[in-house]
């Protein structure tokens, strides 16, 4: 299917304008689509908007439209901004007019760190924290406190879902031979960590599997966790405790391991990613 790629503007907070690029799939205006807000990873302190282009146009020609967006980072802001950015991308979305959009759903897929922040938001769309972003109304940005957050359902694709104990493992690791690291630098991701959450009590806080084994969330939207096999970013434990965690809080989740592949797979063509976008699509259209 033939799709657009337009930048757009969608949020302004602390004099910064936040852009988003519309992978939109060219139907008549107005045609109920369902929408993904994809959020970028880069250990909350590096990439943007376009990181994850290979799999936001290839779900774009599937039917999907995808809003992939940028938001405030380390080391320049602190957590929990990205994630108030995030939940300001929702708000505009369900509400803008400009676009000519009618959302059938509002979804959020993030890679990386931006799978752990589009969890936070999903989990926790309307807290106070999360209201902290001025939206792009048309003729100015306001805050929209009426306007909820909520999603249908969250996609993480190999996520950052524990902070904490994915920091704690990369200092481990990094007593080990070098060698060993095989599309795997610690000494950066550990530095992305400080950089965002700032010290080890703020990424306690904000650990996912904290957040559910202490009933700290509004919303459980049905959850779809994307682990590679190879993963040395994100070891394979930590979504398994996801996986278990979003199921005893009472949530839906399915977990699809994926053989022979590393962190961020399905940034580049393959055939694992070829079957990565069907599963994404299929959860779409099922739950």
Not at 29 to 38: K, R, S, W
Not at 75 to 82: E, G, N, T
Not at 212 to 226: D, G, M, Q, R, Y
């Amino acid at each position: 299917m033939i799709f657009t790629e337009q930048d757009i503007d969608f949020a302004q907070v602390e004099g910064i304008t936040l852009k988003g690029v519309l992978y939109r799939p060219s139907v008549p205006a107005g045609t109920d689509l369902p929408v993904l807000i994809d959020i970028h990873g880069g250990a909350w302190s590096s990439l943007h908007r376009k990181a994850g282009r290979h799999y936001c146009r290839a779900l774009a020609s599937r039917g999907l439209c995808v809003f992939a967006i940028d938001f405030r980072q380390g080391p320049d802001f602190k957590h929990p901004a990205a994630s108030s950015d995030i939940a300001a991308a929702v708000r505009f979305i369900r509400s803008t007019d400009a676009l000519q959009l009618k959302p059938s759903s509002v979804s959020l897929i993030g890679s990386s760190s931006g799978g752990h922040l589009a969890l936070l938001v999903a989990l926790n769309p309307d807290i106070q924290d999360h209201h902290q972003t001025p939206i792009n109304t048309g003729s100015d940005f306001q805050l929209a406190p009426t306007i909820s957050a909520r999603v249908d359902r969250v996609i993480g694709l190999w996520p950052v879902s524990n902070p904490i104990a994915r920091y704690q493992y990369v200092l481990a690791r990094l007593h080990e031979d070098p060698e060993s690291w095989i599309n795997f630098a610690p000494n950066r991701l550990a530095e992305g960590h400080r950089a965002y959450f700032g010290d080890t009590r703020t990424m306690q806080a904000a650990s996912i599997q904290q957040l559910l084994a202490t009933e700290s969330f509004s919303e459980l939207p049905p959850l779809l966790i994307v682990q590679p096999a190879l993963d040395q970013n994100v070891p394979i434990f930590m979504s398994q405790t996801l996986l278990g965690g979003y199921e005893a809080a009472g949530g839906i989740a399915r977990y699809r391991e994926y053989a022979g592949v590393e962190h961020g797979f399905a940034h580049a063509e393959g055939p694992q990613t070829d079957t990565c976008i069907n599963d994404i699509l299929a959860f779409i259209r099922s739950t």
